[in-house]
């Protein structure tokens, strides 16, 4: 199975600031379709997961453009330009390429500082 | 809009049984595969299992393999989790999302799932 390894796995932010989270595949998400199935998710306190990118760095439709997904191969990165409020969660990678199973990293808790 | 509705969470014994089921909506049922990912209190995200649209293909994570079966009925615009064998480490949120296989962009509200004496 696909190990996905998030850090960090906690992140305080400033509001206003950037915010950084990584992931880590234990072997290429590259699909022998061409396609990386890469994706990230948020989950709001008390709420379902909700996507926000998909195939790496799509972002999905009514997520705010200070979302922003990169990488290539096994390495990953989430980034939010400038954190609101609303922003705080618990973001998840999940790769689709290797399945069964798919697999998701352990989730990154963002708060506000 | 894609609604998917989760239903038939509860307590349960350990040994005992349970079948979730989850009513979709806003989008063609029959043509999208579907997927069960569970959630135990204050933990991440896992996978449990997935199906293909017609119902001939199905998956399990090995940790309940033999254990759970999930089943489609397109008719009914339904998927099903048949959960046999139930443990304390099966106590979780189960949420039904769309589609299986590289990414899922649909997911339930969940159903709790509580295996205790």
């Known amino acids: 199975d696909v190990v996905m390894t998030q850090s960090p796995l906690s992140l305080p932010v400033t509001l206003g600031q950037p915010a950084s989270i990584s992931c880590r595949s234990s072997?290429?998400?590259?699909?022998?379709?061409?396609?990386?199935?890469l994706n990230w998710f948020q989950q709001r306190p008390g709420q379902s997961p909700r996507r926000l990118i998909y195939?790496?760095?799509n972002r999905d439709s009514g997520v705010p453009d200070r979302f922003s997904g990169s990488g290539s191969g096994t390495d990953f990165t989430l980034k939010i330009s400038r954190v609101e409020a609303e922003d705080v969660g618990v973001y998840y990678c999940?790769?689709?390429?290797?399945?069964?199973?798919?697999?998701f990293g352990q989730g990154t808790k963002v708060e506000i500082k | 809009e894609v609604q998917l509705l989760e239903s038939g969470g509860g307590l349960v014994q350990p040994g005992g049984s349970l079948r979730v089921s989850c009513i979709a909506s806003?989008?063609?049922?029959?043509?999208?595969?579907m997927s069960w990912v569970r959630q135990a209190p204050g933990k991440g995200l896992d996978w449990v299992s997935g199906?293909?649209?017609?119902?001939?293909?199905?998956y399990y994570a090995d940790s309940v393999k033999g254990r759970f079966t999930i089943s489609r009925d397109n008719s009914k615009n339904t998927l099903y989790l048949q959960m046999n064998s139930l443990r304390a480490e099966d106590t979780a949120i189960y949420y039904c999302?769309?589609?299986?296989?590289?990414?899922?962009?649909?997911w339930g509200q969940g159903t709790l799932v509580i295996v205790s004496s």
């Open positions: 199906i293909s649209v017609s119902g001939d293909s199905t």
């Open positions: 999302a769309k589609p299986f296989g590289g990414t899922f962009d649909s």
């Open positions: 806003g989008f063609d049922f029959r043509f999208d595969s």
């Open positions: 072997q290429s998400l590259v699909s022998s379709d061409g396609n990386t199935y």
């Open positions: 999940m790769q689709g390429t290797h399945w069964p199973p798919v697999t």
């Open positions: 195939k790496v760095s």
